[in-house]
């Protein structure tokens, strides 16, 4: 992998990566990829050189191999797909969770199994799609469900007031941006919820992941442990896991509407999907 540099895409031989914006359909290449090029140099947007690997076995072997760390797509001079939005040090936040001693407290915060987790995600859908129905036609799929359903999660698990949700939400945007170069205002935004994070620490009726990891504060065994990388976990928590929850859910709406055989499965009976069983 190459890294990146200003690139005269008129004369570069590199096919440009992603290919499609559409989200909603697979682009074109890759069936030619798939089966003739598993594996592709492309041009990422960030001007880099990178091999594209198509293929399940293959995907699966780099996923698998240490060389390919999400540690190290941080470190200065690697080629990247698209400029860094939030900070280096954060990148591999497993890592710094893990080697911090939090591993356990998290794990514990994400147990899907939780008690009462199921009935509040169950009553704040139905909540969602209720307020959907009364406002009736049109909606936004994203904006209206997808969107205040995981960001609702994300303070429930951590613990945090629903009414920290938009500020918090709001900084994605430029956090998860697939921007060719650095942007100023992600590090305000960063420090921004920081800031954030830290007066949650400090409030005594904070709950969840979050009051958990307020009362490693208060035993020796944890005093290696500063505010700031207690922050670090409820930020990156909450914005990896709102982005992954709502793009999840809006691309398996978007799915079952264009699939409307795979619907009627579903409401007859999710037992008759394996990947639908709970």
Not at 58 to 67: E, F, I, S, T
Not at 97 to 106: E, P
Not at 152 to 165: F, K, M, R, T, V
Not at 175 to 200: G, K, L, Q, T
């Amino acid at each position: 992998m190459g890294r990146g540099c200003p690139v005269n895409h008129d004369a570069d031989p590199l096919p440009r990566f992603p290919f499609d914006a559409n989200g909603t359909r697979l682009p074109n290449e890759i069936p030619h990829l798939i089966t003739s090029e598993p594996v592709k140099r492309v041009r990422t947007i960030a001007g880099a050189e990178a091999w594209l690997v198509s293929s399940y076995p293959l995907c699966r072997q780099v996923l698998d191999d240490a060389r390919y760390s999400l540690k190290d797509t941080s470190a200065p001079g690697m080629p990247r797909q698209y400029a860094l939005t939030i900070p280096p040090e954060v990148v591999n936040n497993m890592g710094n969770i893990t080697g911090a001693g939090l591993r356990k407290a998290v794990l514990k915060a994400l147990n899907p199994k939780a008690p009462g987790l199921e009935d509040w995600l169950r009553e704040h859908a139905a909540h969602l799609v209720d307020r959907l129905v009364s406002a009736g036609a049109p909606s936004d799929l994203r904006y209206d469900f997808t969107i205040p359903y995981s960001t609702g999660l994300h303070c429930y698990i951590l613990g945090i007031p629903q009414a920290d949700s938009a500020a918090l939400y709001g900084s994605l945007d430029v956090a998860f941006m697939n921007s060719p170069r650095e942007i100023p205002a992600a590090a305000m935004n960063w420090d921004r919820d920081m800031a954030h994070m830290v007066m949650r620490l400090n409030d005594p009726d904070t709950g969840g992941l979050m009051g958990e990891l307020a009362a490693l504060r208060e035993d020796p065994a944890y005093d290696h442990l500063t505010d700031e990388m207690l922050a670090t976990v409820g930020v990156t928590m909450f914005g990896a896991g709102v982005i992954s929850v709502m793009g999840f859910l809006t691309m398996a709406i978007v799915s079952l509407i264009q699939n409307p055989g795979l619907k009627a499965r579903l409401v007859a009976g999710p037992e008759l999907i394996p990947a639908a069983r709970g």
